[in-house]
């Protein structure tokens, strides 16, 4: 089946041909179910690091990504890709993610490490806390170095969390402040994957809630969330 596309990914514009199949394959996957109940199947907990904070024109340095599934971390089902950079972010955004000019040079081609993150998190929704931000990154990136429309569902859990704890929405903001006010442990903070295990674990406290502010399926806790928007210029 997979040599019928042959002729077509060899004539994609520079991508090599691992990374053309891989994206065939991920365009072919079956989307979510929208209908499954929201405590049930897979969710991609995603975050990224970045040069910066401006998400229309630093770039992406790396992405990690941890699947919650039937409401349970799985700590086996994880992801985390270090892009290859020509030039090492500013000392002092190393600093911050702790990803240093060396593993920078060092991380692998981001053809290849997109595609793998797409292999990844094939067609289930994806999870982040003010998930915009990694969203608009993760779209530029895959748009830019796949020639890919990466527009799928994101559940932002900043949205969400006041949904279901309304007492703590005018006082809790960032995620340091949920995690703390859920006594979630974070020993380690600021790198893609260890922000997507604190993400997660906050994400497993909301799903069981869901129906309670009424979410009887993962369509419709989606659709209770901004996260679908990206930040663009203007």
Known sequence: MLSSFWPFLRSRPGLPDGVARRIERWRSLAEYDRDRLPVSGRWVV???ESSGLDAINDRLIAVGALAVVDGAIDLSDSFEVILHQDVPSHDDNIEIHGIGGTEQAQGLDPREALAAFLAFVGKDPLV???APFD????????ERHLGVAFKRPWLDLADIAPLVWPKYASRLSGLDDWLQAFSIPTAFRHRAIADCLVTAQLLVMVLPHAAAIGATSAGSLLGMSGADR?????
């Open 230 to 234: 990206w930040l663009s210029p203007g």
């Open 135 to 142: 969203s608009t990154m993760l779209r530029r990136a895959i």
């Open 46 to 48: 995603v975050d990224v």
């Open 128 to 130: 982040a806390f003010h």
